[in-house]
């Protein structure tokens, strides 16, 4: 960029920071990703680093936040909310401890980590102990007063635990619950209404109601993270001392942090809490990463405050799951139970740690509610694993009038007709598995880790499989022989005998992960494990009748005629009677000992190491006992049986204000019911 283009880039990109502030902390409309505005705020500071006589008083990067709105009245807090500079790598924090270091003369004494949540900074002031105003962060010394609606929030303290000093305002991030979200936003679609992008978002307003009962109807929760101005009170000499007494007086400050000796163990944090962002038995709350900060409250002091941030802390951002870019044309699948599904053909992206060039759009009516189009500038999300997915379309954006798309009336891989049943969302292929898509998904599903567990045979072996014609449905994978792949490219004595080998081993697996691989409609692994608990086999299954089935707690009529149709399709018999005959694993041996009901009704999760069972002797003896025994922690757990190391688990348990037990008392429940608990 030449010298003379430096001025007119600094006015463009404060005035498009300036709308995407307002449209965020005003209007609660986002209209860019984090990531997004991110790189536009780095730029500008960049620029304003490199030309200083160009700052302005009115710059993005002179403030802290934005004005409040006119709905609620103006609170002026009592300290400044400020913002935290961000770090982006594991050479950003070296750089950030080593520029502390310097500016100190010394090593710091430690730090404190802290997950970062993303939701609605807050400021709850209390008075002698009684909560007396809520604010929200506004520009930073300005907030908009959202008590009424805070009140309703039942993690929020309306009176401290034990005497409080005379004024103390606490710093706090609501969020909403992932579960709640989840269950919310089904609600708002079902009713018509607008549904948000993300749990932050839907915080962010459910505290700006004009009705305090709408916000109280949100559920919302709170994780307090530091004390922002006291008068009275104890004295501390670091911020681990100060969120400890913030415990003492009934705060919530999220169990998920640490105190660290130095920068590489803060760095391990970081890494760990990066894995565990959205594995199983995860946080029922989103993260974004970590705040690091020092610990020393001496040293906080010394090191101070830039215009906008303190020097004694900063975010460390995990890699940005929503970033834009075009979609450049929409195609469909047929997946493994017929359900046709669009896609999003999009110009390659890097988000969630991956460059992403395709995304789901879910189905037709999905992507017409939304608004999307071929040709738009739209939002694109990945978590973790999770398949990448188009959020919608950035409206501002859309220049002219791009093309609708609408659901092909045959199917392009068979030429079946296209239909969408009555009452259902998801269009489907009526070509059976004389579509060839449909097919590969479902052989490729039947081989997958959470069904047959049939290791080499991927997409790459399926359609190699289908294109010589040696399988035509899953029956077939138990009679290929080693002469039917040797000699083909790719294909070597060892790999052949491997794969040979991987399908035999398949056959003893258990019967639900059968049930699984068969690609029955609305039958994933928890209904499949809950249909073999009580029937034990295959054959007893296909046998039941549909009312049989739904009596089940937790099937309904919906699966058991999704179950009893499938069966009593005659080539699923076909197909059943020659896995039978392959030698695949048709029936389950009775749980040894007898049954009980004495905790019927009782949902347990077992986390860490038993000293007296393994884990699955303990699940075995909750379930003989009546219990129902998960694999991850939610607002339905009953209790989670704890060992040693129990990890994630404990803390979302935790989070949720779930009961835990020790093993102890766990051979206690099991002895003498829920009277223990």
């Known amino acids: 960029m030449s010298v003379a283009d430096v001025p007119g880039r600094i006015d463009e990109l404060r005035a498009k920071l300036r709308r995407h502030n307002h449209a965020y902390y005003v209007l609660d409309q986002p209209s860019i990703p984090d990531a997004d505005y991110d790189a536009l705020y780095r730029e500008l500071e960049a620029l304003e680093t490199a030309n200083p006589g160009l700052v302005t008083p009115d710059s993005p990067t002179q403030r802290v936040g934005t004005p409040p709105a006119s709905l609620f009245g103006s609170v002026r807090h009592k300290a400044a909310m400020f913002s935290l500079d961000n770090a982006e790598s594991p050479a950003d924090l070296d750089a950030w401890a080593e520029k502390v270091e310097r500016s ?24 002698n102990g009684v909560l007396t105003r809520a604010a929200t962060r506004g520009d930073g010394s300005v907030g908009e007063d959202i008590t009424a609606n805070v009140r309703t929030i039942k993690s929020v303290p309306l009176k401290t635990m034990t005497d409080a000093p005379a004024v103390m305002e606490i710093r706090g991030e609501l969020y909403m619950p992932v579960s709640e979200f989840e269950r919310l936003n089904e609600e708002q679609a079902a009713a018509g209404d607008q549904v948000y992008i993300n749990p932050r978002n839907m915080a962010a307003g459910s505290v700006r109601q004009k009705d305090p009962a709408i916000t109280a109807s949100r559920k919302l929760a709170i994780w307090t993270y530091q004390i922002g101005y006291q008068e009275g009170g104890p004295a501390f000499a670091t911020h681990w001392d100060s969120v400890e007494y913030l415990r003492e007086l009934g705060f919530p400050y999220n169990p998920v942090s640490a105190r660290v000796a130095d920068i590489e163990e803060a760095k391990r944090f970081v890494l760990e809490s990066e894995k565990t962002r959205h594995g199983e038995g995860g946080l029922d709350y989103q993260t974004d990463g970590v705040v690091i900060k020092v610990d020393s409250l001496a040293e906080q002091d010394e090191l101070g405050y830039t215009a906008r941030a303190p020097r004694w802390a900063i975010a460390y951002k995990f890699p940005p799951e929503e970033r834009t870019t075009t979609l450049l044309e929409i195609m469909i699948n047929v997946g493994r139970t017929g359900n046709v599904t669009p896609f999003a053909r999009l110009d390659p992206v890097f988000v969630g740690g991956a460059n992403v ?3 789901t759009l879910h189905n037709e009516k999905e992507l017409q509610r939304k608004d999307v189009r071929v040709g738009d500038t739209v939002i694109v999300r990945r978590a973790g694993d999770v398949i990448p997915e188009v959020v919608g379309p950035v409206l501002s954006e859309r220049k002219g009038k791009p093309r609708i798309w609408r659901m092909p009336a045959t199917c392009p891989f068979c030429g079946h007709p296209i239909i969408t049943p009555d009452g259902e969302a998801r269009a489907k292929c009526t070509g059976g598995f004389s579509c060839p898509s449909r097919l590969r998904e479902w052989l490729f599903y039947f081989a997958s880790r959470g069904g047959m567990d049939i290791e080499g045979l991927g997409y790459k072996t399926v359609d190699l499989l289908l294109q010589e014609g040696l399988i035509k449905d899953a029956a077939d994978i138990y009679s290929l022989t080693p002469a039917d792949l040797l000699g083909r490219e790719g294909w070597g004595e060892v790999s052949t005998n491997n794969l040979i080998s991987a399908i035999e081993a398949s056959k003893d697996r258990p019967v639900p992960r059968l049930l699984t691989a068969l690609g029955i409609n609305l039958v994933g692994p928890t209904v499949s494990n809950t249909l073999v608990r009580e029937f034990r086999s295959i054959d007893r299954l296909a046998a039941a009748s549909a009312a049989d089935i739904a009596a089940i707690d937790g099937i309904g009529a919906e699966i058991a005629r999704s179950v009893t149709g499938w069966f009593a399709d005659e080539t699923n018999a076909g197909l059943i009677d020659r896995l039978r005959r392959a030698g695949l694993r048709f029936e389950e041996p009775e749980l040894e000992g007898e049954r009980s009901d004495l905790l019927a009704g009782i949902t347990l999760v077992i986390t860490g190491t038993l000293e007296g069972f393994s884990r699955e002797e303990a699940k ?49 429940l099991l002895e003498s019911g829920p009277a223990v608990l």
Do not use: H, W
């Open 357 to 359: 060039g395709m995304a």
């Open 104 to 127: 100190l003369g010394r090593v710091p004494q430690g730090f404190v980590c802290e997950l970062k949540i993303d939701g609605a900074a807050v400021s709850l002031t209390y008075e």
């Open 620 to 668: 075995v003896a909750a379930e003989q006992a009546g219990a129902k025994v998960t694999g991850s922690v939610s607002k339905n757990t009953t209790a989670l049986v704890a060992g040693a190391n129990a990890g994630t688990k404990l803390a979302k348990a935790e989070s949720l204000g779930i009961q835990v037990v020790d093993e102890p008392t766990f051979v206690a």
